[in-house]
């Protein structure tokens, strides 16, 4: 089942409208069982003569920021080099050519190069992050030891005042000051 036969079919199932814009019934569905033979429900409006082609869906992750996804691609793109000039290399290496030896060397070279293409994304993103700073989220770390330390320094003030009203009150029972 191709994509826009998917495509038709979830819109068909949800609306019970045919991709034709025909009213549909079980038994055009094939289906069997208690409710087989049944038409569908028809909906008395209209279906929409003009479809959206493209349904724009939220993101589920944020975009990566672009030295990031620049140090990615640029990744990509050397460690794919490198898997073509190895499967080359063992290719020729098979064939009993001359070219072998020298492949084989590149090879060596270009995982190396590879390795650093793949930590040079790492260290961009923590680069990245370092500067730019994460978005805080109220379930992190660093805000529940906030919290907990205001938490902390309102009961000490707290505490602070109720034996300070506790010695004006002692200084308000006595009959003298000397």
């Known amino acids: 089942m191709g994509t826009a036969e998917r495509r038709e079919t979830a819109v068909g199932e949800r609306s019970g409208w045919d991709a034709d814009g025909g009213v549909r019934d079980a038994r055009d ?7 087989a033979g049944r038409p569908v429900p028809v909906r008395t409006e209209e ?4 479809r959206q082609l ?8 944020r975009r990566m920021p ?5 140090a990615s691609v640029r990744a990509v ?9 190895a499967m ?9 050519s001359w070219l072998a030896f020298p492949m084989v060397l590149s090879s060596v070279v270009s995982t190396v190069v590879a390795t650093w293409g793949a930590l040079d994304v790492w260290v961009t993103r923590q680069v990245w992050n370092q500067r730019y700073g994460v978005v805080s989220v109220p379930s992190s770390t660093a805000r529940a030891l906030r919290r907990e330390r205001r938490r ?4 000490a003030r707290a505490d602070e005042r109720a034996k300070a009203r506790i010695a004006r009150r002692r200084g308000a029972r006595q009959l003298s000051h000397s």
């Open 66 to 70: 672009d030295p990031v996804r620049t």
């Open 88 to 96: 080359v290399a063992f290719l020729c290496t098979l064939a009993g």
């Open 152 to 155: 902390s320094r309102r009961h």
């Open 54 to 61: 493209w349904v724009e869906e939220p993101a589920r992750r």
């Open 77 to 85: 793109l050397i460690i794919s080099l490198t898997l073509i000039q």
């Open 29 to 35: 569905r094939g289906a069997a069982g208690p409710g």
């Open 47 to 50: 279906p929409s003569a003009g």
